[in-house]
């Protein structure tokens, strides 16, 4: 059953396996553009495999009870932290993330994720309606697995993401065939050994990996997938809407963003100066729920810009495993490449460079090779340009003024996105108008990426379809019957 140092293999009916076709795909290292592993280049046969495995497994898992399915997830989870420094590893080698950042937050995020569905379904609540006209009568709702269920996940946050799903899933007694990112697909299969050393049954976590016009389009097609929950790109999100919507599968669609970040003109800057450098920042700007897009109140843009650039410009970028790094590489060569065009496309459409727009002057040359970028700041480019309009998924940032508060609101709202949203003042009662105002499915306010795991997580317009999180993940995993008796005029 172990999982191979060099190869990625899928895991299906409880055991790693190649693809049937012994295709692989492979990977190297970002930050070294040193040969990393060959992951497996799975197809639809892979995944018709995986299927046979969860119509094996599924009836007898979705049969158990909460008490025991909880029982071994939170053996995942604790499994998850037994093994923090080997995935925190595995994670930074195949993103090119900074260690200190998959040691703090990946990891640990993964093992909540599972601590947190092993837990809720200890507790939950069921719904009941008393009806009296015109007949008196009790509805009441049961819920049970969907089934078999896919999961898609991106790179940028590898575990993190994929347990975000899988946790729900299994939680709610479905079995699942998964695929995390071809880019950085490994911690995804260390988890199949951890799951399985727990006593998760075979069949019921499935993991077939490769490209996502295959493996992904495969899970997506199979008729058995009655639910996909998928999280990326918005163009690959519509192409799976495509094949999915007429197939009548349920459909979770967590996607792209251009998240504002509002600075009004009461915001404390002190306070709020780290955690916007932070939310534009982090993880490389590599977050789908990075503040990209910064509007600042006109009285306060030149002190703004002041501190900004001073500590944007003090950031380290190096070494991923060097834990003076604040940023480590962007996960490929290619993704660099799309992101410094987009820096250049900014500057043509009117936009000024102040700091950043190329890579570090000095690198250690373990990593010379790696697709490093400085943090870039954009100054001033217009709404329509692209800077502004597209998610650039890079360590940059958009900086504009605005004269009201609700030209702040409008800008915010300008652009086919509607993630999140963040908000600094010191005015309450604004902050609450403005977020009513905002088209996002998350608005921070005086805080940036505080999450509760209770609370509905996804976004508007072109940034999803559905919510995940706390009771709207357990509800997306499974079918609802409404029952109603009839009760009848006598004792
Ligand atoms: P991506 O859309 O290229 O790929 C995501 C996953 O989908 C990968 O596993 C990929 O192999 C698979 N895939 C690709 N084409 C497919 C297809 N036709 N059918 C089925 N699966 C397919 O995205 P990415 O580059 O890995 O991730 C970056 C994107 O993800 C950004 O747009 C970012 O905003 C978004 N994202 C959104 C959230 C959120 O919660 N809203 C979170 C993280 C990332």
Known sequence: MHASPT??????????????????????????????RSIARGQSEDVARAAGACAKAQKAWGATSPAERSRILLQIADGIDAQLDALAMTECEDTGKPLSLARSLDIPRAAANFRFF???ILHETGESYRTEVPQDALNYVTRRPVGTVGCI????????????????????????????SELAPTTASMLCEIAARAGLPAGVLNVVHGLGSEAGHAIVAHPQTKAIS????????AAIAGVAAPMFKKLSLELGGKNPTIICADAD??????EIVRSAFLNQGQICLCGSRILVHKTRLAEFMEQFTALVSALRVGDPLDAESDLGSLVSMEHLAKVT??????????AKIVTGGAPPARLASRVAKGAFLSPTVLLAPPQDSQCVQEEIFGPVVTVQSFDRHADAVRMANGTRYGLAATIWTRDLSRAHRMAGALEAGIVWVNCWMLRDLRTPFGGMKDSGVGREGGTEALRFFTEPTNVCIALGARL
Not at 343 to 350: H, L, P, Q, S, T
């Open 7 to 36: 190869q990625v293999q899928h895991f299906i009916g409880g055991s790693f396996c190649p693809s049937e076709s012994d295709a692989w795909i492979p990977r190297e290292n970002p930050a070294t553009g040193a040969p990393l």
């Open 118 to 120: 092993a837990t809720a």
């Open 153 to 180: 996940s991106p790179w940028n946050l590898p575990l993190y993401l994929f347990t975000w799903k899988i946790a729900p899933a299994l939680a709610a007694g479905n079995a699942v065939i998964a695929k995390p």
């Open 230 to 237: 998928f999280t990326g790109g918005t163009t690959t999100g």
């Open 269 to 274: 800057l002190t306070v709020a100066m780290p």
């Open 341 to 350: 065009a987009m820096i250049a496309r900014g500057v043509k459409d009117g």
